[in-house]
């Protein structure tokens, strides 16, 4: 018998081995995710270990890994039933990012310099709280209600804000969350991205229509891809992106250094400007691209905050960059969710930040005209309802768009600012009535 039980636990054990040399890569991913964000949730966020694991890595299959953390090297680390394990690791200024092979923990970093200046104002335009406002048009009623649906059941919304005529008419956040929590926007961060452009080009600095200086580019058909295919995801470019799976994205946010590099590498499928494919790699090479229109890494990594970011206050925003200082354009911004509504309140006054014009008003045009080929939903690295995809919304609507349903809405036509985020996306969490029950409580 007992021949039989280490006969039975040896077959076990290299079938567990088997499993693990086949899946080696999926969990490499899930372990990279897992250490990645229980990191930047510790270390940057302040939140508790417990907190992270029992919410954000709390999902399938990320909750497989098992994490642990050093507070005094400010790491977290996170393995799949003791194999594959990865670590991230802190840095002040830049967020936490992914060890990859031998990495010297202790190779200097450079961080951005930031201006934090509190403005003697209420809310948004100030540091100071909102003030208290009623509109006559507004019925307060139906807009608890529809905040209290936003928050109900298996939704897990951790915040909703409403802004209207630059006040704020609705505020609510989960338990363990309020004003002052940081959350992650994820895709959010390429409208960011999109906006340092915007920004540059209003400088007169550079031009959308400008060719993409990518040196590997010059001897092949890639050379004429403009940056304004790479703003409306159109540029032809071979890219995957499926989170389920082992894609090209997943091995970019995961497992590689150069986060700029990866999508630069790819073969031209489609002619540019006839083939809409949405690609955070696009995002990240078009943050890696923005370092040449500057001296030093150093001004890139400034430029973010002194002629945007803490231009309009938003001083709990940190972009998180890679190993190579690519600020991760695709997915790495966060900020409160009152910061985050802000950024949404620029883009509604055109670029207008209380008197200061941050980019040209003809940006917002531009960023709001559809993607060819894409009926209508995408338009320069912000998500558009042209195209009807909120049917009780009004066509203006514009939005940046995150994992797990962060979204920041953009309604000109009803003077609006929506946010909401959490940790659900649809069907749990249905945007167009969202939309709809919001919008008809100030109507």
Same mark, same amino acid.
């Given at each position: 018998?007992?021949?039989?039980?280490?006969?039975?636990?040896?077959?076990?054990?290299?079938?567990?081995?088997?499993?693990?040399?086949?899946?080696?890569?999926? @969990?490499?991913?899930?372990?990279? +995710?897992?250490?990645?964000?229980?990191?930047?949730?510790?270390?940057?966020?302040?939140?508790?270990?417990?907190?992270?694991?029992?919410?954000?890595?709390?999902?399938?299959?990320?909750?497989?890994?098992?994490?642990?953390?050093?507070?005094?090297?400010?790491?977290?680390?996170?393995?799949?039933?003791?194999?594959?394990?990865?670590?991230?690791?802190?840095?002040?200024?830049?967020?936490?990012v992914?060890?990859?092979?031998?990495?010297?923990?202790?190779?200097?970093?450079?961080?951005?310099?930031?201006?934090?200046?509190?403005?003697? @104002?209420? +809310?948004?335009?100030? #540091?100071?709280?909102?003030?208290?406002? =009623?509109?006559?048009?507004?019925?307060?009623?139906?807009?608890?209600?529809?905040?209290?649906?936003?928050?109900s059941?298996?939704k897990?919304?951790?915040?909703?804000?409403?802004?209207?005529?630059?006040?704020?008419?609705?505020?609510? +956040?989960?338990?363990?969350?309020?004003?002052?929590?940081?959350?992650?926007?994820?895709?959010?961060?390429?409208?960011? /991205?999109?906006?340092?452009?915007? =920004?540059?080009?209003?400088?007169?600095?550079?031009?959308?229509?400008?060719?993409?200086?990518?040196?590997?580019?010059?001897?092949?058909?890639?050379?004429?891809?403009?940056?304004?295919?790479?703003?409306?995801?159109?540029?032809?470019?071979?890219?995957?992106?499926? +989170?389920?799976?082992?894609?090209?994205?997943?091995?970019? @946010?995961?497992?590689?250094?150069?986060?700029?590099?990866?999508?630069?590498?790819?073969?031209?499928?489609f002619?540019?400007?006839?083939?809409?494919?949405?690609?955070?790699?696009t995002?990240?090479?078009?943050?890696?691209?923005?370092k040449?229109?500057?001296?030093?890494?150093?001004?890139?990594?400034d430029?973010?905050?002194?002629?945007?970011?803490?231009?309009?206050?938003?001083?709990?925003?940190v972009?998180?960059?890679?190993?190579?200082g690519?600020?991760?354009?695709?997915?790495?911004?966060?900020?409160?969710?009152?910061?985050?509504?802000?950024?949404?309140?620029?883009?509604? #006054?055109?670029?207008?930040?209380?008197? /200061?014009?941050?980019?040209?008003?003809?940006? =917002?045009?531009?960023? /709001? /005209?559809?993607?060819?080929?894409?009926?209508?939903?995408?338009?320069?690295?912000?998500?558009l309802?042209?195209?009807?995809?909120?049917?009780?919304?009004?066509?203006d609507?514009?939005?940046?768009?995150?994992?797990?349903?962060?979204?920041?809405?953009?309604?000109?036509?009803?003077?609006?600012?929506?946010?909401?985020?959490?940790?659900?996306?649809?069907?749990?969490?249905?945007?167009?009535?969202?939309?709809?029950?919001?919008?008809?409580?100030?109507?």
């Amino acid at each position: 018998m007992k021949k039989f039980l280490k006969v039975l636990g040896l077959v076990l054990l290299i079938a567990l081995l088997v499993v693990i040399y086949i899946n080696y890569p999926r @969990l490499n991913i899930v372990s990279g +995710y897992s250490a990645k964000n229980m990191s930047t949730s510790v270390f940057m966020a302040g939140r508790s270990f417990e907190f992270t694991d029992d919410t954000d890595n709390n999902f399938s299959p990320v909750d497989i890994a098992k994490d642990k953390i050093d507070t005094d090297k400010k790491t977290a680390s996170a393995s799949v039933y003791g194999f594959v394990e990865r670590t991230a690791m802190f840095r002040d200024g830049v967020g936490s990012v992914l060890l990859i092979d031998d990495e010297d923990v202790t190779k200097p970093y450079l961080k951005p310099n930031r201006n934090f200046v509190n403005v003697e @104002l209420p +809310y948004p335009y100030g #540091h100071l709280e909102p003030k208290d406002s =009623v509109f006559a048009n507004v019925d307060y009623n139906a807009l608890e209600i529809a905040i209290d649906s936003a928050f109900s059941g298996e939704k897990q919304t951790r915040a909703v804000l409403v802004l209207y005529k630059n006040h704020l008419i609705a505020e609510r +956040y989960a338990d363990d969350f309020d004003e002052n929590s940081i959350i992650l926007g994820w895709s959010m961060t390429k409208s960011i /991205t999109s906006t340092v452009y915007g =920004v540059l080009q209003s400088q007169g600095k550079l031009s959308v229509n400008d060719k993409a200086q990518v040196a590997s580019w010059q001897n092949d058909e890639r050379k004429n891809i403009t940056l304004n295919d790479l703003l409306h995801m159109n540029s032809g470019l071979e890219w995957v992106e499926d +989170y389920n799976t082992i894609s090209d994205v997943t091995r970019m @946010l995961f497992m590689e250094k150069d986060m700029a590099k990866v999508q630069e590498d790819k073969t031209l499928k489609f002619k540019p400007n006839t083939h809409w494919n949405y690609s955070s790699g696009t995002s990240n090479l078009l943050s890696g691209l923005l370092k040449g229109y500057f001296g030093s890494q150093q001004e890139y990594l400034d430029f973010w905050y002194t002629d945007f970011i803490d231009k309009i206050g938003m001083h709990s925003m940190v972009v998180e960059t890679d190993l190579e200082g690519n600020y991760v354009g695709s997915s790495y911004a966060w900020a409160t969710p009152r910061d985050w509504a802000k950024f949404g309140l620029l883009y509604l #006054h055109r670029g207008n930040w209380n008197g /200061t014009q941050i980019f040209d008003e003809t940006w =917002v045009d531009y960023i /709001t /005209t559809p993607t060819e080929t894409s009926d209508g939903q995408y338009g320069g690295h912000f998500w558009l309802n042209a195209g009807g995809v909120y049917p009780d919304a009004p066509k203006d609507l514009f939005s940046a768009n995150g994992y797990q349903g962060q979204r920041v809405f953009i309604i000109p036509s009803k003077e609006l600012v929506i946010v909401r985020m959490g940790l659900s996306e649809e069907p749990v969490f249905n945007f167009n009535e969202f939309l709809r029950e919001v919008i008809g409580a100030v109507n």
